[in-house]
């Protein structure tokens, strides 16, 4: 009985891994779109001043 119980502490265990990788997953897809176009407009905030006093 002690093997089978050591074995379902192991599987519950990966199990709760797997679900806790899944969500962030899910999480890091959901905001990635939000993400990339804060950093976009941030990167253009610093570099087109630069550009409009002719650093370039």
Do not use: C, W
Not at 11 to 25: D, H, P, S, V
Not at 46 to 51: A, E, G, K, S, W
């Amino acid at each position: 009985m002690a093997a089978i119980d050591a074995m379902m502490v192991d599987m519950k265990y990966k199990g709760q891994i797997l679900a806790r990788t899944n969500k962030l997953e899910s999480g890091i897809m959901g905001s990635g779109i939000v993400g990339f176009a804060i950093g976009l407009v941030f990167a253009l905030i610093l570099v087109v001043p630069v550009i409009l006093l002719g650093g370039f």
